[in-house]
């Protein structure tokens, strides 16, 4: 592996956003031999975003300092920075990462595997910039599914685990109100309860991908689904509740996002979805108006 060459004063610094991402929609196509389940998505960025600061330092080791969540090997940040001197033929330097966190965790928004994005692409800039871009989101697959998408990120279809990616014409820019219940939902425990032939109401992912290609806000309106939503269990009920009063307050289309339980409700009048954020976010800590990227 090549070494590094540090900047004359051992220290080089590069900010970026980590944007948080949305699923338009979420299908389950089947669970497969090696236990994961394949997922077709239809994947859009938003705003609202963590700010990711990669720091080169004349150290050793990797220091992460990230709100509330742990540094550690568990961070997905760390662990990115880590696949990315694996996986880029670069040898480990010292790094500081400092995690500005405005995406709520475990909340169905890819924050930590935003963070993760983020982290990969200021190490490419700062070390590897000549390395391709589909380099890079090989290397992210080695951290999360969800880790290339973050790194294409704007409207994808996602597909396999979430790794393989087709990017598709951008969406029509919706405005965005974002409410998370405080309680958190087990992906792993959703999961559990699937069953690919018994799932209904699917969301119409061609019909999403056709009105996509033809800039027709309405279509896509009308088939923002997550099949998630046909297994929440009684206790998560309040996802459905928090849809309902978004549709009351003018959401053209209401969703969860991921596993949950952050639901969106997407508006075309900005002025809706400013007093949809104003009456909610008097109930729900965690609300957020935002638009899409």
């Known amino acids: ?85 694996d996986g880029a033929g670069v040898a480990p330097c010292g790094l500081d990462i400092d995690i500005v966190k405005r995406i709520p965790a475990q909340a169905g928004m890819a924050g930590g595997s935003s963070d993760a994005a983020a982290t990969l692409r200021a190490l490419r800039k700062l070390l590897r910039p000549e390395l391709l871009g589909e380099d890079l989101e090989r290397i992210g697959t080695r951290v999360g599914s969800d880790v290339p998408y973050c790194l294409r990120g704007g409207t994808a279809l996602a597909e396999g685990r979430g790794e393989r990616l087709t990017t598709l014409r951008a969406a029509p820019k919706f405005h965005v109100v974002l409410c998370k219940p405080e309680f958190s939902i087990s992906t792993p425990e959703l999961f559990s309860r699937v069953r690919v032939a018994e799932l209904w109401s699917r969301p119409d992912t061609g019909g999403m991908l056709d009105a996509l290609h033809r800039g027709d806000a309405e279509g896509v309106l009308r088939r923002v689904k997550n099949v998630f939503e046909t297994v929440l269990p009684q206790e998560y009920a309040e996802v459905f509740t928090i849809k309902g009063r978004l549709h009351e307050l003018g959401a053209r289309a209401t969703a969860m996002t991921g596993s949950g339980p952050t639901v969106f ?18 109930d729900y800590e965690d609300t957020f108006l935002t638009r899409f990227v």
């Open 1 to 85: 592996m090549s070494g590094v060459t540090l900047p004359a004063l051992n220290q080089k610094t590069l900010t970026l956003p980590a944007f948080a991402k949305l699923n338009l929609t979420l299908d389950i196509l089947r669970k497969r031999p090696d236990g994961y389940h394949d997922l077709q998505m239809v994947m859009q960025s938003i705003e609202l975003h963590d700010d990711v600061t990669v720091t080169l330092t004349d150290g050793d080791g990797i220091v992460c300092r990230c709100g509330d969540i742990p540094g550690d090997e568990s961070n997905l940040a760390v662990r990115a920075a880590r696949a990315f001197f």
């Open 265 to 282: 409700g997407l508006f075309e009048d900005e002025a809706a979805a400013e007093d949809a954020y104003d009456e909610l976010s008097e």
